[in-house]
């Protein structure tokens, strides 16, 4: 058995499937004279086919995803374009008689040693996509990395990191998990497998040295392990859970149309977190109510360069017109901490990013494009007949600040309404995630038409504790004391000024957190969508009255091991098959 993090939950039996992400050794053999031309016209011939190959797909996910998506794969084309790069294959082609996959590999290992130097994620993923490019030159030069047709599914898909390319690609295989040997909680395919219900584990250790295509291979995304070649007394246990976690879905997939309600009739909104269209299509799957928060920085970075209003408009108003009942949350670019955009002024290094210069702070610097950004999302918002889009701004700090956006979105509809566009009022929003807000939410409730608590930042920003460094992660925990405490505070206090409040950080889709929240007031909760119809199956087996006991108990205890491990006899009891269903 081996160890990683469990990235998405459920159990996943089959045969593995292996993406190696590049050939291991290409030949090292040297080219005779007479070789050389044959093998620039190979390369020149591997080219055009992924050029065409990317065309293809870029086509393709634009008009069956969405055309964020697709922009991934117009940077992936140029990438091949791109005259260093070829420049150095051909050179080594020619110079050094280099066989052209060697050469591909060798400019690999040049990459990799540059990019991995850097901690920058924007880099790192912009390495993936190089490494995706030369997969694919190398794929039409080899067999090795094609995909092997003769394996039956269901699949688990064993791989370093999946790139882009490879999730468009298992889309229409049957592919039931996810082993990753590098990434986190926040990987690319953590947010694949998490938006697609795809039991999946990260950062599980050489693992692409013990496994083969073909072996059997079991996923336990709730406690992130995996089984390699199981005997077959642990085969048979995984295939009865297996089962019931099928079961499960299917049962809370039945769900959907169902309204959540708590067994005292309070109607609760489920609603979803999504990055792009095809999330807005999962949410309306999984049976969410609407959109909590779209976060729009995945939009940045897919681009090269900053997106035109024009862009950005149609963007937005796709989502909003794939969304549940047409009810958006868009929050403005949040970017920096650990995602950065080179093309917004991020080529320097801050010693603290998470507490630099990032969401509105940055958003602030560049006003002409957070004046088109603002523009864009209203007028979507107004064009779209029967929707509700609301603006949300990032990392809220000061009064001061909800002031300016304020102003800026009044300035918004100004300019608008000057070039002739009809405009429709939109409601205007903060996300609560810096402690300084939570401690004086009052001074700011009556600037704000909402408040969106962002969990996953106010635990870091309350607990000094970084919400992606392993080391630090006993104590970034949003069951701890403190945390309860200041959430209550900040609902009660929206309560009370019927300022309506969501929450929309990963807690919001924890059962045991789930029912915390309740006790505390609130009733609106935003979470990834696959985790809506367990959601809603636990609204629909308690009352208000109990979610309030449970807190009450709860918060009497004073360490985070025992809240949690009260929560988890709680919920163990209240809803025992939804286990099944959450990761640890
Ligand atoms: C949060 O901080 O809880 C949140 C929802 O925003 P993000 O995870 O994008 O920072
Ligand atoms: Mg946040």
């Given amino acids: 058995?081996?160890?990683?993090?469990?990235?998405?939950?459920?159990?996943?039996?089959?045969?593995?499937?292996?993406?190696?992400?590049?050939?291991?050794?290409?030949?090292?053999?040297?080219?005779?004279?007479?070789?050389?031309?044959?093998?620039?016209?190979?390369?020149?011939t591997a080219r055009d086919k992924a050029a065409s190959d990317l065309l293809a797909l870029e086509r393709k996910v634009d008009a069956q995803v969405g055309h964020e998506e697709a922009s991934i794969f117009a940077v992936h084309q140029s990438i091949l374009?791109?005259?260093?790069?070829?420049?150095?294959?051909?050179?080594?082609?020619?110079?050094?008689?280099?066989?052209?996959?060697?050469?591909?590999?060798?400019?690999?290992?040049?990459?990799?040693?540059?990019?991995?130097?850097?901690?920058?994620?924007?880099?790192?993923?912009?390495?993936?996509d190089v490494r995706d490019v030369i997969l694919r030159l190398s794929g039409h030069m080899t067999e090795v990395t094609k995909p092997q047709s003769s394996i039956e599914g269901p699949l688990i898909v064993v791989t370093d990191e999946l790139l882009p390319s490879q999730a468009v690609m298992l889309g229409d295989a049957d592919v039931q998990g996810?082993?990753?040997?590098?990434?986190?909680?926040?990987?690319?395919?953590?947010?694949?497998?998490?938006?697609?219900?795809?039991?999946?584990?990260?950062?599980?250790?050489?693992?692409?040295?013990?496994?083969?295509?073909?072996?059997?291979?079991?996923?336990?995304?709730?406690?992130?392990?995996?089984?390699?070649?199981?005997?077959?007394?642990?085969?048979?246990?995984?295939?009865?859970?297996?089962?019931?976690?099928?079961?499960l879905k299917d049962k809370l997939a039945a769900n959907r149309d169902l309204p959540a309600t708590t067994v005292d009739n309070v109607d609760l909104q489920l609603l979803a977190n999504i990055n792009g269209e095809n999330d807005a299509i999962a949410a309306e799957r999984m049976g969410a109510s609407g959109i909590g928060l779209y976060r729009t920085e995945y939009l940045y970075l897919t681009h090269q360069d900053v997106p035109d209003e024009e862009q950005q408009y149609s963007v937005y108003r796709?989502?909003?017109?794939?969304?549940?009942?047409?009810?958006?949350?868009?929050?403005?670019?949040?970017?920096?901490?650990?995602?950065?955009?080179?093309?917004?002024?991020?080529?320097?290094?801050?010693?603290?990013?998470?507490?630099?210069?990032?969401?509105?702070?940055?958003?602030?610097?560049?006003?002409?494009?957070?004046?088109?950004?603002?523009?864009?999302?209203?007028?979507?918002?107004?064009?779209?007949?029967?929707s509700t889009t609301r603006i949300m701004f990032p990392m809220v700090t000061t009064l001061e600040e909800v002031r300016k956006l304020r102003s800026m979105v009044r300035r918004a509809y100004k300019t608008l309404e000057t070039r002739g566009i009809k405009t429709r009022k939109i409601e205007v929003g903060m996300m609560l995630e810096v402690p300084a807000a939570a401690v004086s939410i009052e001074t700011m409730l009556d600037q704000v038409d909402f408040v969106s608590i962002g969990s996953n930042d106010l635990v870091q920003y309350l607990m000094a504790a970084d919400r992606d460094n392993p080391k630090?992660?006993?104590?970034?925990?949003?069951?701890?004391?403190?945390?309860?405490?200041?959430?209550?505070?900040?609902?009660?206090?929206?309560?009370?000024?019927?300022?309506?409040?969501?929450?929309?950080?990963?807690?919001?889709?924890?059962?045991?957190a789930f029912l915390l929240l309740l006790g505390m007031g609130l009733r609106r909760f935003s979470m990834s969508p696959a985790f809506v119809p367990s959601i809603k199956q636990l609204t629909r087996q308690v009352s208000i009255k109990q979610a309030e006991q449970i807190l009450e108990t709860a918060m009497k205890f004073k360490t985070t091991a025992k809240v949690k491990h009260y929560m988890a006899e709680t919920v163990g009891e209240l809803a025992p098959d939804l286990q099944l269903l959450s990761s640890r």
Avoid at 229 to 236: A, K, V, Y
Avoid at 319 to 333: F, G, H, W, Y
């Fill in 178 to 247: 996810i082993v990753t040997q590098a990434g986190s909680q926040t990987s690319h395919a953590a947010i694949i497998a998490r938006s697609r219900g795809i039991p999946a584990v990260s950062g599980v250790k050489k693992i692409l040295r013990k496994v083969k295509t073909g072996d059997t291979i079991v996923v336990d995304g709730r406690y992130g392990t995996v089984e390699i070649n199981p005997g077959i007394e642990t085969l048979t246990a995984y295939r009865k859970l297996e089962r019931e976690f099928f079961d």
């Fill in 318 to 386: 796709k989502i909003i017109e794939a969304s549940p009942n047409r009810e958006v949350t868009i929050r403005t670019l949040d970017i920096g901490g650990d995602k950065t955009v080179a093309y917004l002024g991020h080529d320097h290094k801050e010693a603290n990013p998470f507490m630099g210069w990032r969401s509105i702070r940055l958003s602030f610097e560049h006003p002409e494009f957070f004046n088109t950004q603002i523009r864009a999302i209203v007028r979507a918002a107004s064009d779209v007949p029967d």
């Fill in 81 to 128: 374009r791109d005259t260093a790069f070829t420049k150095k294959i051909r050179g080594w082609i020619v110079d050094e008689r280099m066989a052209a996959p060697a050469a591909l590999h060798r400019l690999l290992g040049e990459y990799t040693a540059l990019f991995t130097k850097t901690k920058d994620d924007y880099l790192q993923e912009r390495l993936n």
């Fill in 1 to 44: 058995m081996r160890r990683g993090i469990p990235v998405s939950p459920g159990i996943a039996i089959g045969t593995a499937y292996v993406i190696h992400q590049i050939y291991v050794s290409p030949s090292s053999k040297r080219l005779e004279d007479f070789e050389i031309t044959a093998e620039l016209a190979n390369y020149e």
């Fill in 472 to 512: 630090v992660s006993h104590l970034c925990q949003p069951l701890a004391p403190p945390v309860l405490i200041t959430l209550k505070r900040v609902i009660e206090a929206c309560n009370r000024s019927n300022t309506p409040v969501t929450l929309c950080g990963e807690m919001a889709g924890k059962p045991g």
